[in-house]
């Protein structure tokens, strides 16, 4: 069976510092894809990144990193120079391909508030 | 392009009642999926379906009654609502070879 853990519940800094969010998975497929998710307090879901298991290549994207690491079966998420308007929830998440279905394991989220 | 759209937005329902949650997505994909969010226990799978006419389960379907008869629409029935389904309840939909999922506003329900 698939998992996905985020240990932190919530977190809070205070704006324009760096924060990291820890998501480690657990499957035992080979193939296989990890999402972030952010959900403001709106409460829809925003996807963030996708990740397939074979490019285990740090990816960034404007003040957003990833850092997918498949020998400890991690993939954080850290928000440099954090904003006010980071403040959300963030979900990671695996998808299982066995099969024809993409279906999504979600790991409880990780709060963040970021205040002034 | 509407992308995915869920109605209602907020539904209160007796204990017992029944009731049909909408999903529509305008993006021809084949994939679409049913979940529903807890507090501190994240998204989880209700069921899913891989195309018309077939649907599987998920990791929470009791209760839960689905059918995917056009590649657009797949409702979600709630054959006799219990307190145990407040929730907050998210459509998604996918296409084949793309593991991305596109999700809707999200449907409340609270069953009294």
């Known amino acids: 069976a698939q998992k996905v853990t985020q240990a932190q519940t919530e977190i809070s800094v205070v704006e324009k510092e760096d924060v990291t969010l820890d998501c480690v998975y657990e499957?035992?497929?080979?193939?296989?894809?990890l999402f972030w998710y952010k959900q403001p307090p709106s409460g829809e879901l925003v996807f963030l990144i996708r990740r397939n298991s074979f490019d285990e290549q740090n990816e960034i994207s404007g003040r957003y990193s990833w850092n997918f690491q498949k020998s400890t079966s991690s993939f954080n998420f850290t928000i440099t120079a954090s904003q006010v308007v980071d403040s959300a929830v963030y979900f990671c998440?695996?998808?299982?391909?066995?099969?024809?279905?993409?279906?999504?394991?979600f790991g409880t989220g990780t709060r963040l508030q970021v205040t002034l | 392009n509407a992308g995915v759209t869920q109605t209602p937005k907020f539904q209160v329902l007796k204990t017992g009642q029944s009731m049909t949650l909408q999903c529509a997505q305008d993006m021809n994909h084949e994939y679409m999926s049913w979940y529903r969010q807890d507090p501190g226990m994240g998204l989880r799978l209700i069921h899913y379906s891989v195309g018309a006419g077939i649907t599987d389960q998920g990791e929470v379907p009791n209760g839960y009654n689905v059918s995917r008869s056009t590649t657009e629409d797949f409702p979600l029935r709630l054959l006799s609502a219990a307190p145990s389904q407040t929730s907050v309840y998210f459509c998604?939909?996918?296409?084949?070879?793309?593991?991305?999922?596109?999700f809707g506003p999200g449907t409340r329900l609270t069953v009294l």
């Open positions: 998440a695996l998808s299982d391909i066995t099969g024809t279905a993409s279906k999504l394991t």
């Open positions: 499957t035992r497929d080979t193939t296989y894809y």
């Open positions: 998604a939909s996918s296409q084949r070879g793309n593991n991305e999922q596109f």
